[in-house]
Protein backbone atom coordinates (compact mmCIF):
# COMPACT_ATOMS: atom_id res chain seq x y z
CA UNK A 1 0.00 0.00 0.00
CA UNK A 2 1.07 3.86 -0.94
CA UNK A 3 1.70 5.63 2.21
CA UNK A 4 1.00 10.11 1.91
CA UNK A 5 3.37 11.55 4.47
CA UNK A 6 1.93 14.67 5.21
CA UNK A 7 4.81 16.89 6.59
CA UNK A 8 4.51 20.04 7.96
CA UNK A 9 7.13 22.66 7.47
CA UNK A 10 6.91 25.57 9.47
CA UNK A 11 5.90 29.16 7.42
CA UNK A 12 8.60 28.34 4.91
CA UNK A 13 11.77 28.82 6.76
CA UNK A 14 14.00 25.94 6.18
CA UNK A 15 15.22 25.88 10.05
CA UNK A 16 11.58 25.44 11.15
CA UNK A 17 11.87 21.68 9.36
CA UNK A 18 12.07 19.36 12.04
CA UNK A 19 14.21 16.13 12.00
CA UNK A 20 11.45 13.93 11.93
CA UNK A 21 10.37 15.27 8.61
CA UNK A 22 13.70 15.44 7.62
CA UNK A 23 14.15 11.96 7.48
CA UNK A 24 10.59 11.86 5.88
CA UNK A 25 11.47 13.91 2.88
CA UNK A 26 14.90 11.80 2.66
CA UNK A 27 13.00 8.24 2.36
CA UNK A 28 10.61 9.21 0.45
CA UNK A 29 9.94 7.84 -3.46
CA UNK A 30 8.37 10.60 -4.51
CA UNK A 31 7.56 14.14 -3.47
CA UNK A 32 4.52 16.54 -4.16
CA UNK A 33 5.04 20.19 -4.90
CA UNK A 34 1.86 21.95 -5.56
CA UNK A 35 1.89 24.83 -8.28
CA UNK A 36 -0.43 27.57 -7.81
CA UNK A 37 0.17 30.12 -10.81
CA UNK A 38 3.05 32.31 -11.73
CA UNK A 39 1.65 34.96 -8.81
CA UNK A 40 1.90 32.31 -6.33
CA UNK A 41 5.19 30.77 -7.92
CA UNK A 42 7.55 31.72 -4.59
CA UNK A 43 5.47 29.47 -2.68
CA UNK A 44 6.83 26.34 -4.62
CA UNK A 45 10.09 28.08 -4.64
CA UNK A 46 9.93 27.95 -1.50
CA UNK A 47 9.21 24.25 -0.99
CA UNK A 48 12.26 23.49 -3.56
CA UNK A 49 14.48 25.58 -1.71
CA UNK A 50 13.71 23.59 1.46
CA UNK A 51 14.28 20.04 -0.57
CA UNK A 52 17.71 21.82 -1.73
CA UNK A 53 18.61 22.42 2.26
CA UNK A 54 17.18 19.37 3.62
CA UNK A 55 17.76 16.25 1.03
CA UNK A 56 20.79 14.33 1.01
CA UNK A 57 19.66 11.80 -1.50
CA UNK A 58 18.18 12.48 -4.78
CA UNK A 59 14.24 11.93 -4.25
CA UNK A 60 11.81 12.56 -7.66
CA UNK A 61 9.83 15.36 -7.75
CA UNK A 62 6.07 15.76 -9.13
CA UNK A 63 4.78 19.11 -9.76
CA UNK A 64 1.18 19.27 -10.10
CA UNK A 65 -1.41 22.14 -10.60
CA UNK A 66 -3.57 22.96 -8.11
CA UNK A 67 -7.19 23.36 -9.10
CA UNK A 68 -9.07 26.95 -8.70
CA UNK A 69 -11.92 26.69 -6.35
CA UNK A 70 -15.49 28.13 -7.69
CA UNK A 71 -16.44 31.44 -6.25
CA UNK A 72 -20.09 30.89 -5.47
CA UNK A 73 -22.05 31.48 -2.24
CA UNK A 74 -22.66 28.36 -1.46
CA UNK A 75 -19.42 28.16 0.76
CA UNK A 76 -18.65 25.12 1.83
CA UNK A 77 -20.18 23.51 -1.29
CA UNK A 78 -17.38 25.01 -3.44
CA UNK A 79 -14.82 24.53 -0.75
CA UNK A 80 -15.70 20.54 -0.97
CA UNK A 81 -16.14 20.22 -4.50
CA UNK A 82 -12.31 21.78 -4.69
CA UNK A 83 -11.34 18.92 -2.61
CA UNK A 84 -12.82 16.68 -4.42
CA UNK A 85 -11.09 18.02 -7.61
CA UNK A 86 -7.14 18.62 -5.65
CA UNK A 87 -7.69 14.67 -4.74
CA UNK A 88 -8.42 13.77 -7.71
CA UNK A 89 -5.16 15.24 -8.96
CA UNK A 90 -3.14 13.76 -6.29
CA UNK A 91 -4.46 10.45 -6.91
CA UNK A 92 -3.56 10.83 -11.13
CA UNK A 93 0.18 12.53 -10.02
CA UNK A 94 0.88 9.17 -7.92
CA UNK A 95 -0.76 6.82 -10.14
CA UNK A 96 1.52 8.16 -12.57
CA UNK A 97 4.72 7.38 -10.60
CA UNK A 98 3.50 3.09 -9.79
CA UNK A 99 7.01 2.67 -7.98
CA UNK A 100 6.39 4.78 -5.27
CA UNK A 101 5.02 3.57 -2.17
CA UNK A 102 6.35 6.72 0.24
CA UNK A 103 4.90 9.51 -1.02
CA UNK A 104 5.77 13.12 0.93
CA UNK A 105 3.58 16.60 0.52
CA UNK A 106 5.05 19.31 2.53
CA UNK A 107 2.16 21.23 4.34
CA UNK A 108 2.76 25.22 5.65
CA UNK A 109 2.77 24.78 9.45
CA UNK A 110 1.19 21.54 10.96
CA UNK A 111 -1.59 19.70 8.90
CA UNK A 112 -4.02 20.06 12.04
CA UNK A 113 -4.33 23.42 12.45
CA UNK A 114 -7.12 24.87 9.92
CA UNK A 115 -5.48 22.99 7.16
CA UNK A 116 -7.51 21.01 5.06
CA UNK A 117 -5.07 19.00 3.45
CA UNK A 118 -5.93 15.53 6.06
CA UNK A 119 -9.65 15.84 4.22
CA UNK A 120 -8.72 15.56 0.83
CA UNK A 121 -6.25 13.05 2.11
CA UNK A 122 -9.36 11.11 3.43
CA UNK A 123 -10.86 10.94 0.14
CA UNK A 124 -8.18 8.65 -1.12
CA UNK A 125 -8.89 5.48 -1.58
CA UNK A 126 -5.92 2.39 -1.52
CA UNK A 127 -3.28 4.87 0.51
CA UNK A 128 -2.66 5.28 4.06
CA UNK A 129 -2.01 8.75 5.65
CA UNK A 130 1.08 9.43 8.36
CA UNK A 131 0.96 13.09 9.79
CA UNK A 132 4.66 14.63 10.10
CA UNK A 133 3.71 17.63 12.62
CA UNK A 134 5.31 21.05 12.15
CA UNK A 135 5.70 24.57 13.47
CA UNK A 136 2.13 26.50 13.35
CA UNK A 137 1.97 30.08 11.93
CA UNK A 138 0.33 30.88 15.60
CA UNK A 139 4.07 29.55 17.23
CA UNK A 140 5.70 31.40 15.24
CA UNK A 141 3.68 34.35 15.79
CA UNK A 142 4.21 34.69 19.47
CA UNK A 143 8.03 33.62 19.20
CA UNK A 144 7.76 36.78 16.59
CA UNK A 145 6.43 39.45 19.15
CA UNK A 146 7.87 37.48 22.28
CA UNK A 147 4.48 36.99 23.36
CA UNK A 148 2.49 34.07 25.58
CA UNK A 149 -0.23 32.89 23.83
CA UNK A 150 -2.63 32.86 26.54
CA UNK A 151 -3.63 35.14 29.30
CA UNK A 152 -3.58 33.66 32.96
CA UNK A 153 -5.05 30.72 33.58
CA UNK A 154 -7.48 32.16 30.84
CA UNK A 155 -8.37 30.14 27.07
CA UNK A 156 -7.76 31.20 23.89
CA UNK A 157 -10.22 30.67 21.02
CA UNK A 158 -9.09 30.01 17.24
CA UNK A 159 -11.21 31.46 14.92
CA UNK A 160 -11.11 32.34 11.26
CA UNK A 161 -11.42 36.10 9.70
CA UNK A 162 -14.85 34.91 7.70
CA UNK A 163 -16.05 33.92 11.42
CA UNK A 164 -14.94 37.24 13.20
CA UNK A 165 -16.43 39.06 10.42
CA UNK A 166 -19.80 37.55 10.52
CA UNK A 167 -20.65 36.80 13.82
CA UNK A 168 -18.05 38.84 16.03
CA UNK A 169 -16.34 38.65 19.08
CA UNK A 170 -16.83 35.14 20.47
CA UNK A 171 -18.80 35.08 23.82
CA UNK A 172 -16.48 34.75 26.88
CA UNK A 173 -13.41 35.03 25.34
CA UNK A 174 -10.31 36.91 26.51
CA UNK A 175 -8.00 36.37 23.20
CA UNK A 176 -8.11 35.31 19.76
CA UNK A 177 -5.94 33.43 17.12
CA UNK A 178 -7.68 35.12 13.69
CA UNK A 179 -5.87 32.72 10.81
CA UNK A 180 -7.30 32.50 7.43
CA UNK A 181 -8.60 36.30 6.99
CA UNK A 182 -8.84 38.19 3.48
CA UNK A 183 -8.10 41.16 5.58
CA UNK A 184 -9.88 43.11 7.45
CA UNK A 185 -12.09 41.43 9.67
CA UNK A 186 -10.71 43.22 13.11
CA UNK A 187 -12.07 46.51 11.85
CA UNK A 188 -15.72 45.70 13.14
CA UNK A 189 -14.00 45.39 16.73
CA UNK A 190 -13.72 47.95 19.48
CA UNK A 191 -11.03 50.09 18.88
CA UNK A 192 -8.84 49.78 22.31
CA UNK A 193 -8.83 45.87 21.36
CA UNK A 194 -5.04 45.27 21.30
CA UNK A 195 -3.61 43.67 18.14
CA UNK A 196 -0.38 41.53 17.65
CA UNK A 197 -0.20 40.99 13.32
CA UNK A 198 2.19 39.06 11.34
CA UNK A 199 3.03 38.80 7.97
CA UNK A 200 5.34 35.90 6.47
CA UNK A 201 6.53 35.22 10.05
CA UNK A 202 9.77 33.18 10.36
CA UNK A 203 10.26 33.91 6.58
CA UNK A 204 12.50 37.05 5.65
CA UNK A 205 10.02 38.73 4.32
CA UNK A 206 8.57 38.42 7.99
CA UNK A 207 6.62 41.92 9.10
CA UNK A 208 5.38 42.77 12.66
CA UNK A 209 3.08 45.09 13.87
CA UNK A 210 1.73 45.64 17.34
CA UNK A 211 -0.76 47.96 19.34
CA UNK A 212 -3.94 48.83 19.79
CA UNK A 213 -6.60 49.15 16.74
CA UNK A 214 -7.04 52.65 17.08
CA UNK A 215 -3.62 53.18 16.25
CA UNK A 216 -2.51 50.45 14.18
CA UNK A 217 -5.45 49.27 12.35
CA UNK A 218 -5.11 51.04 8.74
CA UNK A 219 -1.04 51.06 8.61
CA UNK A 220 -1.71 47.12 8.87
CA UNK A 221 -4.48 47.23 5.83
CA UNK A 222 -2.12 49.53 4.05
CA UNK A 223 0.98 47.12 4.96
CA UNK A 224 -0.89 43.73 4.13
CA UNK A 225 -2.54 45.49 0.74
CA UNK A 226 1.32 46.68 -0.59
CA UNK A 227 3.30 43.18 0.68
CA UNK A 228 0.84 41.30 -1.04
CA UNK A 229 1.26 43.97 -4.17
CA UNK A 230 4.80 42.87 -3.82
CA UNK A 231 4.97 39.11 -3.68
CA UNK A 232 1.65 38.47 -5.03
CA UNK A 233 0.78 36.15 -2.12
CA UNK A 234 0.22 36.85 1.19
CA UNK A 235 0.41 34.50 4.83
CA UNK A 236 -0.44 36.55 7.75
CA UNK A 237 -2.09 35.98 11.01
CA UNK A 238 -3.14 37.76 14.29
CA UNK A 239 -3.68 37.79 18.22
CA UNK A 240 -5.89 39.47 19.83
CA UNK A 241 -6.93 40.33 23.29
CA UNK A 242 -9.25 42.96 24.87
CA UNK A 243 -9.40 44.85 28.28
CA UNK A 244 -5.66 44.93 28.71
CA UNK A 245 -5.45 41.37 30.17
CA UNK A 246 -2.03 40.12 30.27
Given at each position: MTTLHLIGIGTGNPDHVTGQAIRALNGADLILIPRKGTAKSDLAEVREHILSRVLTTPVPV?????????????????????????????????????????????????????????????????ISVKVIPGITSLQALTAAHAIPLNTLAAPVTITTGRQLRDNGWPHG??????????????????????????????????????GPLSQVSDEILATRARLRAEHGWIMDIYLLRRGGDV
Amino acid sequence: MTTLHLIGIGTGNPDHVTGQAIRALNGADLILIPRKGTAKSDLAEVREHILSRVLTTPVPVAAYDVPQRADQDDYLGAVNDWHDAIAKVWAETIAAHPGATNVALMVWGDPSLYDSTLRIAARLTGISVKVIPGITSLQALTAAHAIPLNTLAAPVTITTGRQLRDNGWPHGATTLAVMLDKGGAFTTLPPDTEIWWGAYVGMPEETLIHGPLSQVSDEILATRARLRAEHGWIMDIYLLRRGGDV
